[in-house]
């Protein structure tokens, strides 16, 4: 019989006691705040999430008292759910089942910077972890518009891509993980070294199969980027625009967002400094390539607005470009106003700017667009984070149905079942190391669904429903 204790017969004053030397957390109200992640963007997961918490939280500062925290959960079977900075937007890091969280951010040395890469403990911050490049004249692949208090363990145990992701692709792709190193939860817990493509076996698997410990990562030569904001009268330019940039082979980027003007008119950071009840386009590019870009938006009919360096932007305090990209943009909109929620879709064919406007008008007024511009295996792709103003369920589902008619995949937001957002179907290596680095099952119960049929087969067993 594998699977977690009943939380109601766990000691928690006797478990707490155990992971001593380790400090925890028992405050009921800051145990309740750390068992909460973004997941309130989904009102539908704001019903089903919203009562559940942890017990105890413990916060490691290095690798070994990880494996003794790790120790100390297998003894007793407790449920443990591991945390970086809590900013996933589908529960990823809420404790469906109670018991321990264990909280990363206190492991977070920056171990080696070389050439192309950096190694770092998994709960460094993005943000440090490029604010230590800078000066060595690198910064990283790609990072999520959460690098302020999201972690590198939780970006690659439960992100995708993100600013950079236009140039380097997504995190999965080849060469972005280098390498990481992860514990087992066992008596003894057991560090594994995943290297290359074996990254992958952890990557996305939302801490079920693994601890981690450390991360290699690949780093990319620091350029001088200016961020800048162009802005259209018309969505269907301003997208096109999007597109342009996101192909151009003379002009260097690393983030190429389209907004709708009417979420646009939710980023009250903006106002005066560009033109009001405008579509915008969100870019970073490197100085020496500016005179290129703002070609680019002159031939499409836009004008740049902004274009700023670093400094100049924090002069006028204006947040950093890619807060008003990836998921800040419905952020923003949120912060206003707590009926909108959102959707993740993917554009079948990102050079179509015709479907782009075809599938807004079928959608109707609930429905405001905002793109992403990545490359994924070599290819531009584009995909929507459109802001939805919720009715219910059946409204939101009824949405999903026009966008997958019209050919654009749904990559559901409003589950926290790890099978059904993105990744679609059960990722069966995921669970075959889960079963070798987890064999009671305790990390992150009831996140995977596929967990219930396979766990009582051999690893070796699970692996074969990947390949069959
Ligand atoms: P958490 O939320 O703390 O954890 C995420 C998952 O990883 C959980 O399942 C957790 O159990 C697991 N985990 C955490 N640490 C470890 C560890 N050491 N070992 C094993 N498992 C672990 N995502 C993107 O991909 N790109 C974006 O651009 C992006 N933008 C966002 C913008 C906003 C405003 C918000 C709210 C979210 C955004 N996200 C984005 C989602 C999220 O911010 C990122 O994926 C982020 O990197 C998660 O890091 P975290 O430290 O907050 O992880």
Same mark, same amino acid.
């Given at each position: 019989m594998t699977g977690p204790a009943n939380?109601? =017969?766990? =000691?928690w004053t006797e478990v707490a006691e155990a992971l001593a030397p380790v400090e925890v957390i028992d405050e009921t109200v800051l145990v309740r705040k750390r068992s909460?992640? !973004? !997941?309130?963007? +989904?009102p539908i997961l704001n019903a089903q999430l919203k009562k559940c918490f942890g017990d105890l939280v413990a916060c490691p500062g290095t690798r070994e008292e990880m494996a003794h925290c790790l120790a100390v959960a297998h003894a007793r079977d407790l449920p443990v759910v591991l945390r970086g900075g809590g900013t996933g937007n589908y529960g990823q890091a809420v404790p469906l089942m109670g018991g321990l969280i264990i909280e990363t951010? @206190?492991?977070?040395? *920056?171990l080696e910077i070389g050439e192309g890469f950096v190694r770092v403990e998994a709960g460094a911050l993005m943000a440090d972890i490029n604010a230590a490049l800078a000066p060595e004249g690198w910064e990283m692949a790609m990072f999520p518009s959460t690098q302020d208090i999201a972690t590198i363990g939780g970006f690659v145990a439960g992100g995708s891509a993100g600013i950079g992701s236009i140039a380097n @692709?997504?995190?999965?792709?080849? @060469?972005? *993980? *280098?390498g990481l190193k992860a514990l087992s939860v066992e008596a003894t817990p057991q560090e594994h070294v995943f290297e290359g493509e074996d990254a992958l076996q952890v990557h996305h698997a939302w801490g079920l199969n693994g601890a981690i410990t450390e991360v290699t990562l690949r780093t990319v030569p620091l350029r001088d980027w200016i961020g800048c904001m162009a802005t259209f009268d018309s969505y269907r330019a301003c997208y096109a625009a999007g597109y342009a940039l996101a192909v151009s082979d003379r002009i260097g980027r690393k983030l190429s967002s389209t907004v709708d003007a009417r979420i646009v008119d939710y980023f009250p950071r903006l106002k005066g400094h560009i033109r009001s009840e405008k579509h915008l386009l969100v870019a970073l590019v490197p100085r020496e390539d500016m005179d290129a870009f703002e070609e680019l938006i002159a031939e499409r009919g836009g004008t740049v607005d902004l274009a700023l360096t670093d400094e100049e932007r924090q002069e006028k305090a204006i947040p950093h470009v890619f807060e008003f990209a990836y998921n800040h943009t419905t952020l923003q909109v949120l912060k206003a106003d707590r009926s909108a929620t959102y959707q993740q879709i993917g554009v079948p064919?990102? +050079?179509?700017d015709g479907a782009v406007a075809a599938i807004a008008e079928k959608l109707g007024d609930d429905v405001w667009p905002h793109h992403e511009f990545a490359r994924l295996d070599g290819k531009v792709v584009a995909f929507d984070l459109p802001i939805i103003w919720f009715r219910d369920e059946a409204r939101l589902r009824e949405i999903d149905a026009t966008y997958a008619a019209a050919g654009f995949s749904v990559a559901d937001a409003h589950t926290y079942h790890v099978e059904g957002g993105g990744l679609k179907n059960a990722d069966y290596r995921h669970l075959a190391w889960k079963k070798r680095m987890d064999p009671k099952g305790l990390l992150n119960p009831g996140k995977s669904q596929a967990w219930d049929e396979v766990r009582d087969l051999s690893p070796e067993a699970i692996e074969a429903k990947a390949k069959g």
């Open positions: 939380r109601s =017969d766990i =000691d909460r992640d !973004f !997941f309130w963007y +989904s951010t @206190g492991m977070n040395r *920056i @692709g997504a995190l999965r792709e080849p @060469g972005n *993980i *280098i064919d990102a +050079s179509d």
